[in-house]
């Protein structure tokens, strides 16, 4: 392999990775909080793709505006989501919760066919994005640089959010435990609420960057993703946020340098990234950044 | 109170099954199934098929005086999905004959199902050989893969004068794989060199980045790409790969001729080479003029893809069969199915060989100004 394929193979693998991250850090957050595995957060994801492209194409807008109108829709709809979905199911087991994300994750997908229609849509991306730069001769596509960036702004964003709010305090708390959280007069449906906001938000970001790379739009698209963030917000150790960049990295540079080092293994992209998810669950179980708690599942 | 309730549900019951149970002798309809994905990623071509059943369901909407009608279930674009399809065409709504599917994986999957409630089934567009072999219940009214890839081939050596082929393919898609394995042996045996196919990349129906695979490619330097596969990912394929820098041209089959294949892959598949059934510059037939004639009157003027000119005559096949017959039996329907000999469809003449198929020309297309344009027509002998 010559150096330039090695670089253009890198560069390939980071922004694939990024992406993936920016995808994981919404994830792991509404584990972090609610211990809850948000199983419609890819269809979410798909959701913001969808608002966007249709926002695009009817109101005169710039493309900025357009994508923050589509994000902020997104969020509102994930706070609606737990309002309907979730919130009902507070009290019982952790395990209702979680049937009822896999049901809200079927609904979504199949509202989505049935309104959107199933045959795929171009998204078209203004130029900005499009553009190439070269390296030497590794070439890359613009998107692909703004990817690791926003991916980082977010990082920082929500970091500081957590760590250095009010709310972020309270996030905290609630995730350390519910009742307590109550007794000192915490609004825990509100710091919910919000987690679902913040979730939503990332997932619309992440739709937004993600059609400005793939440029094609299917109501299905959010499945594949959805479960590869998982898989990324597990290996960084689910609920930690750094973890979850980092998980996010390691699959995208699995998944490429597999392909890349052995170019027979090329259809089994995919059992790379799931064989590394057992691993991981077989050797480390609480992932490379996380905590190990004993009892919650 | 309670018992009043409890007359009235059963009132209501029984009123209903009185309904269902006049429902069924007094149908006095023929029952076509029409076997297509509506959604998921071969949505735009099962569409497309669809749009040609339903003009020719239009045009001839009557068999041995009664009316037709158009059974459409969607196999969602999914093999086990296509099993379930197939059997509620069957077994449910007892349909006389199936149409489809786009898509040789889903006829694959809806093969059995046909040939065990005996109900023959015509396929438009579905080419792999395996979909009609050992099949005695499904035909198809289109050329099958080995021609496809042999004419592929011959216009990679021929034309393009390529000495070095990629391949890259579509491993879940038993269409994809076919093509690219008779491709791939007509084009060694014309450059009398077993390295000339310089590698064979996989992705699976569904994946969206193929960096890595065209990047490995990239630093092969094939003079030319075979790409057979879904319109989907193919577009984004092309377009990953110009944005990457390759220029070495792409090569395809018939499943890209969908408009969602431009409309995806935009100035990215400008030029890009696939092989076809038809062409609207070379109408064939009379029915060719009427079916152009139709289509164009209720699309505003638009041209129709190949595949709605293959569901249109797979439509005529059937109805002609049924006519025949005389009867409404499936097997005799199969029996006259098999028989069609020089009939005019849409998309050319059709006559089917012993094992099912269609045999006809192939046309070569091109993508030029965001339109698919003809370049040239192919006839079965040149194998």
């Known amino acids: 392999m010559t150096a330039d394929t090695f670089f253009q193979h890198l560069a390939n693998a980071l922004s694939l990775g990024s992406l993936y991250a920016l995808l994981a850090i919404g994830y792991t957050m509404v584990y972090g909080v609610l211990r809850l595995i948000n199983f419609a957060h890819g269809d979410i994801f798909m959701l913001a793709t969808y608002f966007a492209f249709y926002i695009a194409t009817t109101a005169i807008m710039p493309w900025w505006a357009v994508f923050i109108l589509a994000i902020v829709l997104t969020g509102i709809f994930g706070v609606v989501v737990e309002r309907v979905a979730y919130k009902p199911l507070r009290d019982y087991p952790r395990m209702s919760i979680m049937i009822s994300a896999i049901g809200v994750s079927f609904l979504i997908e199949n509202l989505a066919t049935v309104v959107f229609g199933g045959r795929p849509k171009a998204f078209s991306v203004p130029e900005l994005f499009s553009g ?166 | 109170m309670k018992k009043s309730i409890q007359i009235s549900v059963i009132l209501v019951i029984a009123a209903t099954m009185l309904f269902v149970g006049c429902g069924k002798p007094a149908s006095k309809t023929v029952k076509i199934g029409v076997f297509e994905p509506i959604t998921g990623a071969n949505a735009a071509g099962g569409s497309l098929e669809v749009d040609g059943v339903k003009l020719a369901n239009e045009m001839y909407p009557e068999v041995l005086g009664k009316k037709v009608e158009l059974v459409i279930v969607d196999n969602k674009s999914d093999k086990t999905e296509a099993a379930n399809a197939a059997a509620r065409l069957a077994q449910k709504e007892k349909v006389v004959a199936v149409i489809g599917s786009w898509g040789s994986s889903l006829s694959m999957a809806g093969g059995p199902v046909f040939a065990d409630s005996k109900i023959p089934a015509v396929g438009a567009s579905c080419t792999n050989p395996l979909v009609t072999k050992g099949n005695d219940f499904y035909f198809r009214v289109c050329f099958i893969d080995p021609f496809q890839g042999t004419v592929m081939a011959n216009y990679a050596f021929s034309n393009v004068k390529a000495k070095k082929v990629a391949i890259v393919q579509e491993v879940s898609n038993d269409y994809s794989v076919g093509l690219a394995k008779f491709f791939t042996d007509a084009f060694v045996k014309l450059t009398n060199d077993p390295k000339s196919i310089v590698s064979v990349s996989n992705y699976n129906t569904g994946d969206q980045d193929f960096t890595a695979q065209l990047t490995n490619i990239k630093a092969q330097k094939p003079d030319a790409i075979f790409a057979p596969g879904n319109y989907t990912e193919s577009a984004l394929i092309v377009k990953q790969a110009r944005q990457l820098g390759i220029k070495a041209p792409f090569l395809g089959g018939d499943t890209w001729e969908t408009p969602d294949f431009i409309d995806v892959g935009k100035e990215a598949v400008e030029g890009v080479v696939f092989s076809t059934f038809f062409a609207t510059e070379v109408p064939i037939t009379d029915t060719s003029k009427d079916f152009l004639k139709a289509y164009r009157d209720k699309n505003a003027g638009k041209d129709p893809a190949a595949v709605t000119a293959l569901g249109f005559d797979a439509y005529l096949v059937i109805l002609d069969a049924i006519k025949r017959a005389n009867s409404l039996d499936t097997v005799k329907i199969k029996e006259e199915i098999a028989k069609t000999t020089k009939f005019p469809g849409a998309a050319g003449f059709i006559t089917l060989d012993q094992d099912h198929n269609a045999v006809k020309s192939a046309v070569i297309k091109t993508v030029k100004g965001g339109k698919f344009t003809y370049l040239t027509t192919i006839e079965p002998n040149v194998q």
């Open chain 1, 132 to 297: 190439l730069v070269m390296f030497g001769n590794v070439r890359i596509i613009t998107v692909n640089l703004f990817i690791p960036v926003v991916t980082f702004v977010m990082l920082i964003i929500l970091l500081f959010v957590v760590n250095k709010t009010k709310t972020g305090m309270a996030m905290r708390a609630v995730s350390t435990d519910f009742d307590a959280a109550r007794l000192m007069a915490i609004d825990v449906n509100r710091i919910i609420s919000f987690t679902f906001l913040l979730g939503s938000l990332l997932a619309g970001v992440g739709g937004v960057m993600w059609s400005l790379k793939y440029q094609q739009l299917q109501p299905l698209m959010g499945i594949m993703p959805g479960l590869k963030c998982f898989i990324a917000a597990v290996i960084g150790g689910i609920g930690s946020i750094g973890g979850a960049v980092l998980g996010g990295f390691i699959l995208g540079m699995i998944e490429i340098m597999a392909v890349a080092f052995f170019p027979g293994a090329t259809g089994y992209r995919d059992v790379f990234a799931f064989v590394l998810l057992i691993i991981i669950l077989l050797v480390k179980p609480s992932g490379l950044l996380g905590k190990s708690s004993a009892d919650k599942v």
